[in-house]
């Protein structure tokens, strides 16, 4: 990442880490053509301001396409003249000020069958989900701002209703990881899994009540309890192979669990497996299910047939120190 205001540079490699991400700073064109020459085989995409004291990061892009072609170049400027050319430069450009959103796009299709499918691999520590035991809950007037957003009531995360039931539950239970891994174990006995029990309607007070669900419910009841307790908590889905655990002999599919805000970072739980995990693959992160929908039809749609895997690539004379490769 080259940016030469420090506290933007700082935010935004914390928005980058947090999608997975392992940044290399640069506060120049100079200095990220020197990180490249030493590392470029180690880098898989450069962000870069436009607007910069001596090379501008267009400049650098175009160096970097002549040089390292391979390496796409993403660049970014809250200046209007540079947003109003930015269609000539041949660069994707992302506007500023800037947060960590979904990927939406749309497809016109025709009328007949139609097939959507992607397949790649992806590279995980191997490690299972960080446990962060002393992880501290923070007060309300404490929290960054873009945060508060996921204390808020939403679609599927009732806390109005959910409010009391949660501070009965949960009130005496220590605040922090303590009290997030209560309301886990909580949901993950109050509900029965079942794929007869799927329903796109339910929100979490329905689950809370019916006492049964598929994954979703289970993310969403934990999110509306966490955030009934000001934990701000957000809704995941994406993959999650059987990797490390016994397989199940049911048919895969996408998985949602959910993340809560404690001591300054986001950490991973999940209700419905309720064990630490090797392998997740995010893909979207939100509110709630609305927020994350993998298709949204606008129009009659029927689908015919919906097929997903994970699997671990094994691969012979791996060095040990090369992280697990995951196949999707």
Known sequence: ?????????????????????????????????????????NIDIVFSDVVMPGIDGLELGRQIRARWPEIPVV???????????????????????????????????PAGRTTLSCDFTIADSGLHDRQSPSAVQ????????????????????????LCQKAWYHFGHIAPGWQRVQSIVDFVHQHLTYGYQYARCTRTAWEAYNERVGVCRDFAHLAVALCRCMNIPARYCSGYLGDIGVDPVDVPMDFHAWFEVYLGGEWHSFDARHHVPRIGRILMACGRDAADTALTTAFGPMRLASFKVHTDEVIQIGQHVDTPLTIAA
């Open 1 to 41: 990442m080259v940016e030469d205001n420090e506290p933007v540079g700082d935010f935004a490699s914390q928005l980058l880490e947090d999608l997975g991400y392992k940044t290399w700073r640069a506060a120049n064109a100079p200095e990220a053509i020197a990180v490249l020459e030493r590392s470029h085989a």
């Open 75 to 109: 660049l970014t400027s809250g200046y209007s003249h540079v947003l109003a050319d930015d269609s000539r430069h041949g660069f994707p450009l992302l506007h500023k000020p800037y947060s960590v959103k979904n990927i939406c796009t749309r497809m016109t299709l």
């Open 138 to 161: 923070h007060e309300v007037r404490d929290l960054p701002s873009d945060v508060l957003i996921y204390l808020m009531g939403s679609r599927y995360c009732e806390t109005d209703l």
